[in-house]
């Protein structure tokens, strides 16, 4: 195990918003910072962590709206990662409109994610995995040292994301949970964008959705 991992769940909408750090190096990035995430700066300070970036799952209003303010109050660049596909979505504030909200997402993502980019954090290595189905361009952070995954809208304990938004496609988020998640090792954890954590193996054999 070489990252340390950080749960904090913000916003109106309970996000599961993750700071990850690197054991050796003290080198951490937020996944899905939403809103209230001057949390992740004063917990990255109590750490002794720095914060290097910020890795977007995709790009819905409640795991995007904390980008600006975290960008604005760090003392050191933040670069943010997103799929290409999802950036019209973070250009439209991330569909926040739809529910009477107004996020702005902040600076233009300077990274753009693709299927099996290899990710460094420190001396740890994460891959990126597309899982179109939620989003157009979400994708999933897989750290293979720790059996983890970032899963962020794909798959919860017992459910999977919803395909009702604009870009969302039932049957291709189910595909893509058996093609990305179900054939990693059964005790790799879930970490998702919402609720409890999870395993594969908990939602191969218990998941109704599957």
Not at 81 to 103: K, M, N, S, Y
Not at 135 to 156: K, M, P, R, W
């Amino acid at each position: 195990m070489t990252l340390k991992i950080l749960t904090l769940q913000l916003g109106p909408m309970e996000n599961n918003t993750y700071l990850v750090a690197d054991e050796q190096t003290g080198k951490a990035v937020v996944i899905d910072p939403s809103f209230d995430s001057d949390i992740v700066l004063t917990e990255a300070k109590k750490h002794g962590w720095s914060l290097e970036g910020i890795w977007l799952t995709h790009a819905h209003f409640d795991h995007i709206a904390g980008v600006k303010s975290l960008v604005d109050s760090s003392s050191n660049p933040l670069p943010v990662g997103l799929h290409p596909e999802d950036l019209a979505l973070w250009q439209q504030g991330g569909g926040a409109r739809t529910f009477g909200l107004h996020v702005d997402p902040g600076p233009a993502p300077e990274i753009l994610f693709s299927d099996k980019q290899q990710l460094q954090l420190g001396e740890s290595t994460l891959q990126v995995r597309h899982t179109p189905g939620h989003t157009a361009g979400h994708v999933i952070f897989y750290a293979a040292a720790d059996t983890t995954v970032f899963c962020g809208d794909v798959i919860f304990y017992h459910g999977v994301g919803r395909t009702d938004l604009p870009g969302g496609n039932h049957s291709l988020l189910l595909q893509s949970i058996r093609d990305c998640i179900l054939n990693l090792p059964g005790q790799t954890r879930l970490l998702s964008g919402h609720g409890p954590e999870t395993t594969v193996e908990e939602e191969a054999a218990e998941n109704p959705f599957l």
